[in-house]
T-cell receptor, first 111, second 114 residues
Framework: GEDVEQSLFLSVREGDSSVINCTYT??????LYWYKQEPGAGLQLLTY?????DMKQDQRLTVLLNKKDKHLSLRIADTQTGDSAIYFC???????????FGQGTTLQVKP | DAGVIQSPRHEVTEMGQEVTLRCKPI?????LFWYRQTMMRGLELLIY????????DSGMPEDRFSAKMPNASFSTLKIQPSEPRDSAVYFC????????????FGPGTRLTVL
């Protein structure tokens, strides 16, 4: 079945770049997503990439997609303390249309 | 739009009691999802509706859980009787078909069953 894997924790210093990695299994996913969850809040879509793209850049965010290896990454440039949150990778299951979430990566930004 | 609205935001109850969680999706959205989030199991999809009809309830843990969507603007998730292992944050999300299929999440209900 569909599965999405992420590392659980990442700690960086303010101003550094953060890279959060994810692997997925459904090669037919049309979209792949990064959601952000701040403490005490619901998930909010941060960015997404269409499956026919290799890269998407949006201000400080860069998403890289390697379809051959089924690997997705999120790079946050100049990481700020306000970026501290849990980041979820998700794919759309091609047979059901459901979102399959990874376990979430907790990003800790140290001043 | 106010976004997805959930109530209550926090619920503390005793084992054996009935719990009802409520959700108002974004107007015009035709899909509604209920998720549960715990430290141990992460984010789990419990059930989702399309045009008020339950499509997939395979994630509902057991018969103690039930969900309804009587109209396009309201859904409930009921647990009867509640157990301590049901303690979690329950999220409702909605989306409209098409585009990037983004799901919009509510703020969640934190349920504690003593």
């Amino acid at each position: 079945g569909e599965d999405v894997e992420q590392s659980l924790f990442l700690s960086v210093r303010e101003g550094d770049s953060s890279v959060i990695n994810c692997t997925y299994t459904d090669s037919s996913s049309t979209y792949l997503y990064w959601y952000k969850q701040e403490p005490g809040a619901g998930l909010q879509l941060l960015t997404y990439i269409f499956s026919n793209m290799d890269m998407k850049q949006d201000q400080r965010l860069t998403v890289l997609l390697n379809k051959k290896d089924k690997h997705l990454s999120l790079r946050i440039a100049d990481t700020q303390t306000g970026d501290s949150a849990i980041y979820f990778c998700a794919e759309i299951a091609s047979n059901t249309g459901k979102l399959i979430f990874g376990q979430g990566t907790t990003l800790q930004v140290k001043p | 739009d106010a976004g997805v609205i959930q109530s209550p935001r926090h619920e503390v109850t005793e084992m054996g009691q009935e719990v009802t969680l409520r959700c108002k999706p974004i107007s015009g959205h035709d899909y509604l999802f209920w998720y549960r989030q715990t430290m141990m199991r992460g984010l789990e999809l419990l059930i989702y509706f399309n045009n008020n009809v339950p499509i997939d309830d395979s994630g509902m843990p057991e018969d103690r859980f039930s969900a309804k969507m009587p109209n396009a603007s309201f859904s409930t998730l009921k647990i009867q009787p509640s157990e301590p292992r049901d303690s979690a944050v329950y999220f409702c999300a909605s989306r409209v078909l098409g585009g990037n299929n983004e799901q919009f999440f509510g703020p969640g209900t934190r349920l504690t069953v003593l």
